[in-house]
Nanobody, 115 residues
């Protein structure tokens, strides 16, 4: 059974930074295309960033140049470094494979960007 636990969210001012982490069990990240997703209040969940098995990275246009996805294969942990945060980045952030496993959505981690 795949379990994913996100952490690292919080309240940050516009222009600030956060690093999100995702730890997985029942799944080996280096053998799986992984992604970060987010869901803002009243909106559908969207893909933010992804990393393939071959370490190719893709980003939503809205975060390109500000967010960086990475993976630590030894720790089996996925990261999302978020810089120059904007109020519109406020959302609950989740990790999941690409395409996502419907049964593996975790609790997510709340990111709030506000002054």
């Amino acid at each position: 059974q795949v379990q994913l636990v996100e952490s690292g969210g919080g309240l940050v001012q516009p222009g600030g930074s956060l690093r999100l982490s995702c730890q997985g069990s029942g799944i080996v990240f280096r053998f799986t295309a992984m992604g970060w997703y987010r869901q803002a209040p009243g909106k559908e969940r969207e893909s933010v960033a992804s990393i393939t098995r071959g370490d190719n990275k893709n980003y939503a246009d809205s975060v390109k140049g500000r967010f960086t996805i990475s993976r630590d294969s030894v720790k089996n942990t996925l990261y999302l470094q978020m810089n120059s945060l904007k109020p519109e980045d406020t959302a609950v952030y989740y990790c999941n494979p690409v395409p996502p496993y419907s049964s593996s959505w975790g609790q997510g981690t709340q990111v709030t960007v506000s002054s």
